[in-house]
């Protein structure tokens, strides 16, 4: 009453009872009148005190969640500027001291805190651009972006609007998550993964070039076999070939001496005792005499013939040698047909297969001979696969139709094409390589021909000899019904 009678005002709660005596909370507010009189005006405040009670515990729960939460928590009213709520993580994050003091000795507004922020940005202007357009009202994005910080530091941030349930509009929600030691163990364990990959795929490159080296090792060993045995044979065929084709002139001598001497005795007695001339008309000395020496020269020509053929197998049995050596290629390709004489020739389910050589005038090739003997004999060898196949193909067509298939040939083509370069053709008309499987020609390994006919190593093989060992080039040509073309080229001379 003193302060009504002093000010001629007073409101207040105060705790009232209904008829039924229960009580209940009430607002009462009391006016003076100038003649003395008091005007009470009460209003039942239970549930607005409920709602009070209720939201200084969600205020509580509220404060003591985001105390307890890793997140920052900062709410701004953006129409006003003012702090509305903050968190100690908040302070933390952006190391602000004695923001709760100043919290608590008037309004704070967030102009106030941004010097504090400043200097621990990475960069200033990208971050107040990034500010713009959380600032609007019509912006209701819920917005993620990080914010890097100096000494490599980054901060998450995340906002979004506060409305209430009618849409109104209140301020901004802002969270921060400091996130650089998750991106540093995210770094690392790319990093990790990533050299654990480049490990796996150094050693599945190691893996496979043990293997092709291993399967090189092998086949070089096989090769270099070969030459052995080919040079061995070679040479005990040349031993006795040079005996006969060194009698063949003596032979010859001695032969004319005696039937000269035949003659001088029919001659002198040309009528012999019985005895003798049996033996005369048994013998026949004018057909002897006759045919004597074309037996000698055929018995002469067939040792030429064995000469080159030991030629041939000596210039094939080079497969070992590991020195640069200026060779004519020819008699490479030679030798080598002569070694595939046996496929080329007439077999039960085909023809004999026509050999066509058309070689120009070329110089000596510097190279590796032997190594590139193996290359003619795999590239000729898969000719001969193909004609085979086409042979078996065309049979089996013939027994359903009268068709005309052109007869197994291979051409062997050599040209001059630069000053230092010179090329190889390959090419036959047996089955083309089908186009699935042309970008793996020249894979290890890769083979369609059955187990136990192909190793898949021949054309592998054949290219590292033609393109890293001799700096050349090896490359194909196939179409349907127009069988396949092996292009070489190689240099004239190495540049080392």
Known sequence: MPILLQTGRWHGEAIA??????????????TLTEDGGIICVCRDITERQQFEAQLRWDQAFLRSMTSASPLAFFVVDNRTDAILYFNHRFCEIWGIEHLEESMERGELKNNDIIPACIPLLADVAAFAESCKPLQSEENR??????????????IRRFSAQIRDEGDRYFGRLYMFEEITERQQAEQALRDFTQRE?????????????????????????????????????????????????????PAREYAQDLLNLIDLYQCHYPHP???????????????????????????KEGAERITQIVMSLRNFSRLDETELKSVNIHEGMDSTLLILQHRLKQQPHRPEIQVIREYEQLPLIECYPGQLNQVFMNILSNAIDALEEACELSSISDETEDSHHPSPTIWI?????????????????????????????????????????????????????????????????????QGTEFVIELPIIQHQ
């Open 17 to 30: 009872k209904r008829g039924d005596g229960s009580t209940f909370a009430e607002e009462v507010s009391l």
């Open 413 to 481: 083509r050599t040209a001059r094409v630069e000053e230092n370069r010179v090329m190889i053709r390959i090419t036959d008309n047996g089955v083309s390589i089908p186009v699935d499987i042309q970008p793996r020609l020249f894979d290890p390994f890769f083979t369609t021909k059955p187990p136990g006919k192909g190793t898949g190593l021949g054309l592998s093989i054949s290219y590292q000899i033609v393109v890293e060992r001799h700096q050349g080039k090896l490359f194909y040509h196939s179409a349907v019904t």
């Open 197 to 249: 990959q480049e490990k796996a795929m150094q050693l599945e490159r190691a893996l496979q070039e043990l293997q092709q080296t291993q399967a090189q090792l092998v086949q070089k060993e096989k090769m270099a076999s070969l030459g052995q045995l080919v040079a061995g044979v070679a040479h005990e065929i040349n031993n006795p070939t040079s005996f006969i084709y060194g009698n063949i002139h």
């Open 141 to 154: 994005a819920v917005v993620e972006d990080e914010i890097p910080f100096v000494g490599g530091r980054t």
């Open 273 to 299: 005792i019985a005895e003798i001339a049996e033996q005369l008309e048994q013998i026949e000395p004018e057909f002897i005499a006759e045919d004597f020496p074309k037996l000698l020269d055929s018995m």
